[in-house]
């Protein structure tokens, strides 16, 4: 029974590394600053750096994975909107990506880009993913 959940696990992190690209390659190339924060992300989770890479190459065949907590589609959209700003330019599709993302994670359509906003503003504010989540789950009550 614990390889099924290590299974799970893995394929939630590769899913996430998986959506990290994508947005990444809105734009219409990976900048090597977000290639470094993938495989951080990555690294993380427990994978090494060449799987990163493999997933990355690989990436349209991954299947998506709703993460099984709100606290799970926190921090994946957390990543999103870090790795929206980790080559230092927000273009509007990186952004319309995001908020795409965030509805797809389960985020009520009426609040996503508020919540965008507000993750991006915490990030750019110096604020700690968990102040920014606890401020977010009192906006959002989950």
Same mark, same amino acid.
Request: proline share 1%.
């Given at each position: ?6 299974? *799970?696990?893995? @394929? ?13 390659r ?7 600053? *977000? ?5 951080? /992300?990555? &690294? ?20 998506f994975?709703?993460? *099984? ?6 921090? &994946?959209?957390?990543?999103? /909107? ?11 599709? *990186? ?14 359509? !009426? ?6 906003? @507000?993750?991006?503003?915490?990030? @750019?504010?110096?604020f700690?993913?968990? &102040?920014?989540?606890?401020? !977010? &789950? ?5």
């Amino acid at each position: 029974m614990f390889n099924f959940f290590e299974n *799970e696990n893995l @394929k939630r992190v590769k899913n996430h590394i998986t959506n990290l690209g994508a947005l990444a390659r809105v734009d219409g190339h990976l900048d090597s600053s *977000e290639l470094n924060y993938i495989i951080a /992300v990555g &690294q993380k989770n427990g994978l090494k750096p060449n799987d990163v890479r493999t997933l990355l190459a690989n990436g349209e065949k991954s299947q998506f994975h709703l993460p *099984e907590n709100d606290s799970e589609r926190f921090d &994946q959209l957390y990543d999103l /909107v870090e790795m929206m700003l980790a080559d230092g330019i927000v273009d509007d599709s *990186e952004m319309e990506f995001c908020m795409t993302m965030a509805s797809n994670l389960g985020f009520k359509k !009426s609040v996503v880009g508020v919540l965008v906003r @507000k993750i991006t503003i915490g990030v @750019k504010d110096g604020f700690t993913r968990e &102040q920014i989540k606890t401020e !977010s &789950q009192n906006f959002l009550k989950f």
